[in-house]
């Protein structure tokens, strides 16, 4: 017998029938829901709303041993990793307040459907594609209010209650992160909320099974009720657009007008206005590339690689120099087998992504490429002001 009906929809798709159910990531009466329905309803198929590598992370908790820190810096992926344990250390804190599992939902309805011999489909898109095409809309000064909006998001759990937890319902864990974002790029809910309730809808249509239950964030059920007879172009959600080539002129215009800039300076002041300017782009750039560095606690070594790097890297849109300080650090402090392990734990606080050596490597990137970009917008008017 079901207790609590009020989260479920009854979605008649050809000859199946598909019992919708809309749960809180984080909350333990969503997880008994999800058993209640599973065990009382006996489907052929469960769908979970997880994707393969966020099902891999709930259920091997060793998977951290296998990352290779220098490998995510050298593909240009440390913001990208940084920001998804900054989103896996909210749920994991709200989780561990309320003695939870993070996504026990899941876990739980995935346990409930092998118990009553139903195949397992999951049903949401790849963390990796979505989060992808979250960074190519988003500018640089966002993708950093997005950092310190996760950040300051961490010293504020003790404030959640359950009635908090209730309202989660209403609305996906990332888009109620990246609402404040979201304000000044609505094209963020297409991304994160409007392509995975069409996703979501496909993958729960097309499963396995007559009889299918689906268990999905609360968030998404008014979405796949929309959409539930809409046709779909699936491949398309699947695809990664390339990098609009306005964003790749853009990149090389910067460094061009700063070399025309100094030419200039050279022409019109001389050889002594040309090397104020040099010196100014070289000390702009250096110590706030250098500060950001140390603001991460990176080794000596490391901010002097920072320093050295950010006048050079600024003019070469090809490199950055968080890479380099990124691998500078990963080589002076390389992380140990313990730092892997104790990862789960340690992004439970703000204090703990300073302590561990591989948060660290990576804000290590983040705040040297935060200080050389700053560096390059201070250095501009300075070398201005020699003309």
């Known amino acids: 017998m079901i207790n609590n009906t009020n989260n479920i929809d009854r979605l008649v798709f050809e000859d199946k029938e598909v019992i919708l159910v809309g749960t809180a990531h ?6 008994r829901l999800a058993v209640q329905v599973i065990e009382t309803e006996k489907p052929d198929t469960v769908c979970v709303e997880l994707c393969e590598s966020r099902y891999q992370t709930i259920s091997q908790k060793e998977l951290w041993r296998d990352m290779d820190i220098v490998k995510v810096i050298k593909e240009k992926k440390s913001f990208l990793l940084l920001s998804n344990l900054l989103l896996a250390s909210l749920q994991k804190r709200i989780a561990k307040k309320f003695d939870i599992e993070p996504g026990e939902e899941m876990i739980k309805a995935i346990e409930a459907g ?3 011999g139903a195949s397992i489909h999951l049903a949401d898109r790849d963390i990796h594609i979505t989060l992808l095409k979250t960074w190519r809309v988003m500018g640089l000064w966002s993708k950093f209010k997005l950092l310190f909006q996760f950040l300051l998001s961490l010293g504020q759990i003790e404030d959640i209650s359950e009635e908090d937890i209730e309202k989660m319902k209403q609305e996906d864990v990332l888009q109620s992160l990246l609402a404040d974002v979201g304000k000044s790029l609505p094209v963020l809910k297409d991304i994160l909320i409007d392509e995975r309730d069409l996703y979501l809808t496909h993958r729960i249509r097309t499963a396995p099974g007559k009889k299918i239950v689906a268990i999905v964030g609360a968030g998404h059920v008014p979405g796949i009720k ?6 779909i172009e699936f491949e398309a959600l699947k695809q990664i657009p390339p990098k609009g080539r306005a964003s790749v002129v853009f990149k090389w215009l910067i460094p061009v007008a700063i070399m ?4 200039v300076g050279f022409y019109q002041g001389g050889a002594h206005a040309g090397k104020d300017m040099i010196t100014w782009w070289v000390l702009a750039n250096g110590i706030l590339a250098g500060l950001g560095a140390a603001i991460a606690l990176a080794h000596p070594l490391t901010i002097l690689s920072s320093i050295l790097a950010a006048p050079l890297t600024s003019l070469n849109p090809m490199i950055a120099a968080g890479w380099v300080s990124g691998l500078v650090e990963a080589f002076s402090r390389k992380p ?4 892997f392990e104790n990862l789960p734990e340690d992004i439970l606080s703000i204090r703990g992504f300073w302590k561990n050596k591989v948060t660290r490597i990576l804000l290590v ?5 935060l200080g050389s970009s700053i560096g390059t917008f201070v250095a ?3 070398m201005v002001k020699v003309l």
């Open 260 to 263: 025309i800039l100094i030419i």
């Open 380 to 382: 501009i008017p300075l």
């Open 365 to 369: 990137v983040v705040f040297t490429n």
């Open 26 to 31: 984080v909350s333990s009466e969503s997880a």
């Open 114 to 116: 092998k118990a009553v």
């Open 336 to 339: 140990k087998v313990r730092d």
């Open 226 to 231: 929309n959409n539930w007879n809409t046709d």
